[in-house]
């Protein structure tokens, strides 16, 4: 099946700093989503974006499907930023449309 | 609010017995998703269904099984506990099986 790679595992940011995170799949898509798992456990959708750019306040992410990857983008990051980043594919299959799932990053912003 | 509804919150139950958790789809989404995110595994596809129907399965036991209702909601069955388990149950709908994934709450699992 599809493999989903994130990078990096952790990241620990001061306040303020802005972070990068990457997201390769090993085969072609037709969308992709990014989530945030926040401490609570809860699962936050942030972006579905099967290509191109798209941005919601100082979040952003770039999905390059011919290259099979995608990169979220953090600016001026807030300790409630904290939690985990997930990146999730479809795995298609008639009308199933599970998601795979990355093993995420980490991220924890310190004040 | 993501609009997926999951009870209970959390659970806590001894090895051996048999727990039911509950998932209402977002208004209008067909299709429903039953994910385990366990520490070791991470999140694991298990079951999907759409409008009544199982479409697809993952990794699930044989002693979990699931199903949907006439009214779309679909609840997951889950029988001789063991210690391993202990999870964090998550349910997902979409329209059609297509498109955007929301995700409940999660149903925090402890089995001791």
């Known amino acids: 099946g599809i493999q989903v790679e994130q990078s990096p595992p952790d990241l620990i940011l001061q306040e303020g700093a802005n972070s990068t995170l990457r997201c390769n799949f090993s085969d072609s898509v037709n969308n992709l989503q990014w989530f945030h798992q926040n401490p609570w456990g809860q699962l936050i959708n942030l972006f579905y974006i099967p290509s191109g750019t798209k941005q919601n306040g100082r979040l952003s992410a770039t999905t390059v499907a011919t290259e099979r990857y995608s990169l979220l983008y953090i600016s001026s990051s807030q300790t409630t930023d904290s939690g985990v980043y997930f990146c999730a594919v479809p795995v298609s299959s008639g009308s199933a449309r599970q998601l795979t799932f990355g093993s995420g990053t980490q991220l924890t912003v310190l004040p | 609010d993501s609009g997926v509804t999951q009870t209970p919150k959390h659970l806590i139950t001894a090895t051996g017995q048999r727990v039911t958790l509950r998932c209402s789809p977002r208004?209008?989404?067909?299709?429903v998703y039953w994910y385990q995110q366990s520490l070791d595994q991470g999140l694991q596809f298990l079951i999907q269904?759409?409008?009544?129907?199982?479409?697809a399965k993952g990794n699930i036991l044989e002693r979990f099984s699931a199903q949907q209702f006439p009214d779309l909601h679909s609840e997951l069955n889950l029988s001789s506990l063991e210690l391993g388990d202990s999870a964090l149950y998550f349910c997902?709908?979409?329209?059609?099986?297509?498109?955007?994934?929301?995700f409940g709450q999660g149903t925090r699992l402890t089995v001791v």
């Open positions: 208004s209008g989404d067909l299709s």
């Open positions: 997902a709908s979409s329209t059609r099986g297509e498109g955007e994934a929301f």
């Open positions: 269904y759409y409008n009544g129907e199982e479409r």
